[in-house]
């Protein structure tokens, strides 16, 4: 994910993309290489980094499949209907969900090892 983050913004395809819907795309894939990037170095250290890039391309994502939405004049009404797009929003949706339940299964382990699994130690 290194090398694809590296051509991605080293060559600045993005900045010289001839269409919006271009550099969206190519921002979304560049955030979704520094994401697998972080976690590919850090591990779970690197899980609320790689959330942040995440969302980040959830969001653009959305503003992408909006935009097509509305080049073809349909409206959008769930992720069913984002025709092209669907099936990207619901794997980063997905990716999303799973790093969350990864981060509070991290911190509620964390808080079982620090009580000593003492449940009741937990609410003195």
Known sequence: FGFARHILNQRQLPQNCSRQQHFLWLTILSKIAKAEEILGNNGAVGIS??????NSCHSTLKSLAAIEQDNHSTSVSNTADLGKFGFQLEFLRVKIDLLNLCMITRSLCSEI???DGNVSARSN
Not at 49 to 54: I, N, V
């Open 49 to 54: 980094d790689s959330l942040e890039a995440l």
């Open 113 to 115: 090892i620090m009580t």
